[in-house]
């Protein structure tokens, strides 16, 4: 199968006019975590100021996939995928399909997790040691000049003054991702193997047509593929559209039978804070520096507005999702991997989702989201096929 018949859109973080004014923030009343089942990950990672949650969430969710597949017990010998690697190689794409629409489509940092499939298919992928994609003096991934600089050469090519693009604009710009990034490498030595990124990417053992997208809303058919209209699906992959129960139903059993979930959708709400906490509480409004900083504010010593005592939350329905989706106060903001589940001193069910904006957070880079903030905020999800209930997966027509 195709895997832009797999796939929506994540505009992970693109420097939008809506990020500008961040949603006040609510401090965490006294919520108290007991992990219900925690699946085995990779370590925390910080994309820091970088629109690449997309890339950081997908390849987190593929080492998940890795560490399953293989039964790798030693955290020791856990894999390691570069996500600049797929950055640059994704850019790459996204220039050449940018000018070939005359520069009538989104090109920014954001983007989605087909772009992570659709790289590793086409160029495959190199661990960490091999590609750190940071030549420009940093430790951590800073690139704001990097996308100012492409988005300007991208359309000045499309401004096309010769009348005619020469042969070679494309070199130009994979020079820039060479200046910055770093040349990728044609071969590489892993543990005393030579691989190539193609051989490599074989060596991980997956079957990369495993993976399905899922997302849940009334504007379109049921148990069909869709399209999630937003910026940063440049490649316009869509998800199986389904009803909000069945939605749930997939991430309970994959967690269930020990399938993580690559997680997609909205951020910038007042229940979504420094605390790791991710609640849905009444009377959501719309919302420098870092990627943390755009979504949840850079202070930690934000004024507690809560009583003591638990937040209420809304209640969600397929009505109200589409609702949030069409008026814009769902937005596409942040991809994020799902881990676990968890429930609070209450029962309420939550799940745990690894971040990669560092360990510097209240779980060390982990947050709680209830279920109702699940059902609200999820724009779409991707899980292995393997973690669907029959029943649906025979419904849905997947092998």
Request: net charge negative; aromatic share 12%; charged share 25%.
């Amino acid at each position: 199968m195709n895997i832009k018949t797999l796939f929506i859109a994540l505009a992970a973080v693109s420097m939008s006019v809506r990020a500008e004014a961040q949603t006040a923030k609510v401090k965490d009343p006294g919520y108290q975590f007991t992990d219900v089942k925690r699946l085995p990950v990779t370590s925390v990672k910080n994309q820091n100021r970088s629109g690449t949650c997309w890339c950081f969430s997908s390849l987190s969710f593929i080492e998940a996939e890795v560490i399953k597949a293989r039964g790798i017990k030693d955290e020791n010998k856990y894999p390691d995928l570069s996500e600049m690697f797929v950055v640059r190689h994704a850019y790459h794409d996204r220039a050449v399909s940018y000018v070939r629409r005359d520069g009538c489509m989104n090109f920014a940092a954001g983007s989605d997790f087909g772009d992570v499939f659709e790289v590793i298919k086409k160029y495959g992928i190199v661990p960490q040691s091999a590609y750190s994609g940071m030549n420009y003096g940093t430790e951590l991934p800073v690139q704001g000049e990097l996308d100012a600089v492409l988005k300007g050469y991208v359309d000045a090519v499309v401004k096309n003054p010769n009348r005619t693009l020469t042969p070679v604009w494309a070199n130009g710009f994979d020079g820039i991702l060479d200046a910055y990034l770093g040349e990728v490498p044609a071969t590489f030595t892993d543990n005393g193997t030579t691989y190539t990124p193609e051989t490599y990417r074989d060596a991980l053992g997956l079957n990369w047509g495993d993976y399905v997208g899922f997302c849940s809303f009334t504007h379109e058919p049921y148990y069909e593929p869709t399209i999630i209209e937003v910026a940063d699906n440049w490649r316009n992959s869509t998800s199986y559209n389904i009803p909000l129960d069945d939605f749930v139903a997939i991430v309970d059993n994959a967690i269930d039978n020990g399938y993580t979930v690559l997680w997609g959708g909205d951020v910038s709400e007042k229940g979504f804070n420094r605390d790791g906490l991710g609640v849905l509480i009444a009377d959501n409004q719309s919302n420098t520096g870092s990627d943390q900083a755009r979504w949840v504010g850079n202070d930690p010593a934000q004024k507690d507005t809560t009583a003591a005592k638990l937040f209420t939350e809304e209640e969600v329905t397929p009505e109200s999702r589409q609702t949030g989706y069409d008026n814009k106060s769902t937005t596409d903001d942040h991809g994020m991997h799902l881990v676990g589940s968890a429930k609070d001193q209450n029962g309420t069910k939550y799940y745990i989702i690894k971040n990669s904006w560092g360990t510097k957070s209240k779980y060390e880079g982990y947050w709680y989201m209830s279920e109702n903030f699940f059902k609200a905020k999820t724009l779409n999800y991707v899980v292995n096929k393997n973690a669907i209930p029959k029943d649906l997966r025979k419904k849905l027509g997947i092998k």
